[in-house]
């Protein structure tokens, strides 16, 4: 009987999809991999943009280009996993399907929406004081970018409200592909802590941070370990 495991390991790129093929035995090698080149839309205002369909589309073409390399049937498969680009937006219906473009993490078109959040009062790289000491109480972090997430999420729903309410989940990249791949809305510790909601010390979501922004708790996924 062949003792040998086979995993894949799938990188999510800004620029491709990247798939590695690894036997694992008494060592780890790789044994074959392929590449899937993603597109990146710049948009006028800001916005930075990619295609959902394009990275699911590039690991399918990418897997069958492993498998067929090592000459290994899909049942040898014994696993899976994925790492990826962080702080992008994908928000999805009930079935998993993404509503509207992911936006990228280099998306900066929503200074207005991060502005009216909390840029008032007395400000500390543009952000209010008390905005600010919450955040660091509670996450040891604090959102001081446009580019962050929250502020994408607070884009959608100001200028794409009949999108955003459609919306059922709020997840990154890896994500959006576990969950086309099990079904599952989830979200891995270190993506929920990139969000600047989640709250390391309860390890869950931030209740409080999620009011102070204006966060729909429901939108959130479960929040699983990376190993999970």
Same mark, same amino acid.
């Given at each position: 009987r062949d003792a040998m495991i086979y995993?894949?390991?799938?990188?999510?790129?800004?620029?491709?999809?990247k798939t590695c093929l690894f036997k694992i035995d008494e060592s780890i090698e790789m044994i074959a991999s392929a590449s899937s080149a993603n597109h990146l839309y710049i948009l006028d205002n800001g916005g930075a943009e990619q295609d959902a369909e394009e990275w699911w589309q590039g690991m399918c073409k990418t897997t069958k280009e492993v498998l067929k390399t090592a000459n290994l049937p899909p049942e040898k498969i014994s696993g899976i996993s994925f790492c990826s680009q962080m702080q992008g937006l994908v928000l999805?219906?009930?079935?998993g399907n993404a509503l509207r473009r992911p936006m990228s993490y280099m998306d900066q078109r929503s200074g207005a929406e991060m502005k009216a959040v909390q840029g008032h009062g007395i400000t500390i790289s543009?952000?209010?004081? #008390? %905005?600010?000491?919450? !955040?660091?109480? #509670? %996450?040891?972090?604090? !959102?001081?970018?446009?580019?962050?997430?929250?502020w994408k999420y607070k884009w959608v729903e100001k200028n794409e409200p009949e999108i955003f309410e459609k919306v059922y989940k709020w997840l990154d990249v890896k994500e959006y592909i576990i969950c086309r791949c099990t079904g599952n809305f989830i979200m891995?510790?270190?993506?929920?802590?990139?969000?600047?909601?989640?709250?390391?010390?309860?390890?869950c979501w931030g209740k409080a941070l999620c009011n102070m922004y204006g966060i729909r708790m429901e939108h959130l996924p479960?929040?699983?370990?990376?190993?999970d």
């Open positions: 995993t894949i390991a799938y990188d999510l790129g800004t620029s491709a999809v999805v219906d009930k079935k543009g952000v209010n004081i #008390i %905005t600010l000491l919450k !955040s660091l109480y #509670i %996450t040891h972090a604090a !959102s001081t970018s446009v580019k962050d997430p929250i891995t510790k270190d993506s929920a802590y990139a969000t600047f909601l989640y709250d390391p010390k309860r390890e479960e929040i699983v370990d990376c190993t």
